[in-house]
């Protein structure tokens, strides 16, 4: 099948040109996209690490952004997933769903098998993709949350060590003291 004459996900999630074969392509062509995005998710949050422990701004922005953008492609193909799956349902009778929910792995396991066995498999390296991606995102949260606590702690000695006329207190912001009255007397 060509490019060309290729089903979109699009037609199949509409229920257009509803058949095994045309699931089966949309299905997979969202899986590898699902797959790429996830991978894609895995090296951004390592760069962002990287840049995280090295404390260069500039790449922590870059890489926040990209992060950003990941996500957004991410929910993007998850609202097609909802789309195809209910799609991929609607022509399964009742009594081959799961009693749970619908998984991407268990509608590739229904597909034909021209297209069962490499669509498990994708789906498998999808899930180990989304999984990485967690582990990831989790030990990025812990830099970051250990990097802003050090830089806290540092930006307190500074101020402590720069107050010598006690404006800011242990905490690093200005604390209200109270007034120090005084007079002068400026007659001769």
Do not use: F, W
Not at 28 to 45: G, P, R, T
């Amino acid at each position: 099948m060509t490019a060309a004459n290729k089903p979109s996900r699009d037609a199949v999630a509409e229920g257009h040109a509803s058949t095994p074969l045309t699931h089966a392509s949309a299905l997979e062509s969202l899986l590898n996209d699902l797959l790429v995005a996830h991978e894609s998710l895995v090296q951004v949050c390592a760069d962002q690490r990287e840049a995280v422990r090295t404390a260069d701004p500039a790449s922590v922005r870059l890489c926040s952004d990209r992060h950003a953008e990941l996500l957004d492609r991410i929910a993007a193909l998850d609202s097609t997933r909802c789309e195809l799956v209910n799609a991929m349902t609607r022509s399964l009778p009742r009594s081959a769903l799961p009693a749970g929910p619908v998984t991407l792995t268990h509608l590739a396991g229904m597909t034909p098998e021209p297209h069962r066995t490499r669509l498990v498999e994708l789906a498998g390296r999808v899930r180990s993709a989304i999984e990485r991606a967690a582990d990831q995102q989790r030990t990025l949260k812990s830099a970051t949350a250990s990097l802003v606590a050090h830089m806290g702690g540092l930006v307190r000695q500074v101020a402590q060590r720069l107050s010598h006329a006690g404006t800011y207190g242990r905490r690093g912001v200005i604390e209200s003291a109270p007034v120090v009255v005084s007079g002068l007397d400026l007659v001769p």
